[in-house]
């Protein structure tokens, strides 16, 4: 949709009849719903429970009320002009629209995931500039499993047989699913979603995406809807696809890595240094990161199986260690001169909400800048064992972390931190009640 023209007109043009009006929980599942297009007009405001933003991955709600109303009243959803797609796998011509949260005053709710990604894109904009973003987001495609207590399975290529050892970066092995990929080319066209380059990575059916740089609130809408996505695309070829951390026993994890810089005013890269050296802004954002990446690894790690990735032989970060060039450090600086001079946080899981992922870095730095933090001496060679493990073992830990920073608590909002809280404990409740195929394996008749 163009910048000039409205909702409705684009709607009409593209022969819409339905429409999913759509928000992201804390656990980044959309929510909200749909109207028939001929009930939409500009100005159409969408009523939704304030206690949606309170429920848990399980579908559940949480022990603590304190964050909403007692009333359990609604909140308001706005459409975002900018955030119009087509929604190309329906058959019916539909549309999905991301909204903004609102309540009675017509105030941003902070609780929203979108909220909190603007409120530090605010601090950003007081200051003059604008943090540019480039996602690049793991996945597993598998074969379709509807027996939860049954391990995941490569799933079957063109060739008829599914793939036995890793095949990283290898072409052919992304060709064996070249009809599913055609598709999802073809979906992410439909909806501007500006993906650029599709690898094959370490695990069996593991594969990356790459997105094109831009501004932030913009490319967590893209990983957003590029999620539901995939998975559609992957229905359509009876496959699966998986952003859970840790899908397979005996496989690498699945990440999501934040490439960034800042531009000002006038579109300079603040980052960019003399001599090729990099500058005092980012290295006191780096400073940032390394400072406060342990009490926001619940955002980038929010269910109990992201911690399961935080592994040396995972190929994951261990500790915020940073580095030129180094991909076995926490925090990347690419080798790239000029206007691409970008640091890399590889901390982030493939699972996280990409709206919180992107607050929670981008406040990481920003804290930096303000502090005027200096980060420690960059790392040569392998940073897995340098010094002892830094980022948090659990969820449990991470939560405790991040209910503890007093500085984040202030840019996020307390009553954000307090429902995340809140949500995040109850599904970790959730999970203690289960008891696994290890533990009976194990301690059954042993202990």
């Known amino acids: 949709m163009s910048e000039t023209q409205s909702i409705q007109s684009w709607l009409k043009d593209n022969k819409i009849t339905e429409i999913e009006c759509i928000i992201s929980d804390l656990t980044g599942i959309a929510r909200g719903k749909i109207m028939p297009a001929s009930k939409?007009?500009?100005?159409?405001?969408?009523?939704?429970?304030?206690?949606?933003?309170?429920?848990?991955?399980?579908?559940?709600?949480?022990?603590?009320?304190?964050?909403?109303?007692?009333?359990?009243i609604d909140i308001y959803l706005k459409p975002d002009p900018s955030a119009v797609k087509v929604l190309p796998w329906a058959q019916e011509p539909t549309a999905q629209i991301i909204h903004d949260c609102y309540d009675a005053n017509?105030?941003?709710?902070?609780?929203?995931?979108?909220?909190?990604?603007?409120?530090v894109l605010q601090l950003?904009?007081?200051?003059?500039l604008t943090p540019i973003v480039a996602p690049e987001v793991e996945f597993f495609l598998t074969k379709r499993n509807?027996?939860?207590?049954?391990?995941l399975e490569p799933p079957v290529g063109r060739s008829g047989r599914a793939e036995t050892g890793r095949q990283s970066y290898?072409?052919?092995?992304?060709?064996?699913?070249?009809?599913?990929?055609?598709?999802?080319?073809?979906?992410?066209?439909?909806?501007?979603?500006?993906?650029?380059?599709?690898?094959?990575?370490?695990?069996?059916?593991?594969?990356?995406?790459?997105?094109?740089?831009?501004e932030a609130l913009g490319l967590a809408d893209q990983v957003f809807l590029f999620k539901r996505t995939?998975?559609?695309?992957a229905l359509k070829h009876d496959m699966s696809a998986t952003f859970m951390a840790k899908p397979v026993e005996g496989q690498p994890g699945s990440s999501m890595h934040i490439h960034q810089s800042l531009l000002d005013a006038d579109g300079n890269n603040v980052f960019m240094g003399k001599n090729g050296e990099i500058s005092d802004t980012l290295r006191h954002y780096i400073g940032g990161l390394q400072k406060y990446t342990k009490a926001v690894t619940a955002l980038f790690a929010p269910n109990v199986n992201s911690y399961r990735r935080y592994m040396r032989e995972e190929s994951a970060p261990v500790n915020v260690h940073w580095g030129y060039d180094n991909r076995t450090v926490g925090l990347r600086v690419p080798d790239a001169n000029g206007p691409n001079v970008r640091v890399e946080n590889r901390v982030g899981g493939a699972?996280?909400?990409?709206?919180?992922?992107?607050?929670?870095?981008?406040?990481?730095?920003?804290?930096?800048?303000?502090?005027?933090?200096?980060?420690?001496?960059?790392?040569?060679?392998?940073?897995?064992?340098?010094?002892?493990?830094e980022l948090p073992r659990s969820l449990t830990e991470a939560l405790i972390q991040l209910d503890r920073c007093e500085p984040l608590r202030e840019i996020f909002g307390d009553r954000f931190v307090r429902a995340y809280l809140s949500v995040k404990e109850k599904e970790n409740e959730n999970f203690l009640q289960?008891?696994?195929?290890?533990?009976?394996?194990?301690?059954?008749?042993?202990?």
């Open 40 to 72: 939409f007009t500009e100005t159409t405001i969408t009523r939704i429970p304030e206690s949606v933003l309170m429920l848990t991955v399980t579908g559940d709600y949480t022990n603590d009320y304190s964050m909403i109303d007692d009333a359990e």
């Open 106 to 119: 017509d105030e941003l709710v902070d609780m929203a995931p979108r909220t909190v990604l603007r409120r």
């Open 124 to 128: 950003y904009a007081d200051k003059g």
């Open 146 to 151: 509807l027996d939860p207590d049954f391990p």
């Open 170 to 214: 290898s072409i052919d092995a992304l060709n064996e699913f070249d009809p599913l990929f055609e598709d999802v080319y073809d979906y992410c066209e439909a909806q501007n979603l500006d993906v650029e380059t599709l690898i094959h990575e370490e695990g069996l059916g593991q594969m990356e995406i790459n997105f094109v740089h831009g």
């Open 230 to 233: 995939l998975r559609e695309a």
């Open 351 to 389: 699972d996280a909400n990409p709206y919180l992922a992107m607050a929670a870095t981008l406040a990481c730095g920003y804290l930096g800048m303000v502090e005027e933090l200096e980060p420690s001496a960059h790392v040569e060679g392998s940073a897995y064992d340098k010094g002892t493990r």
């Open 434 to 447: 289960v008891i696994s195929s290890w533990e009976r394996e194990y301690l059954l008749l042993t202990v």
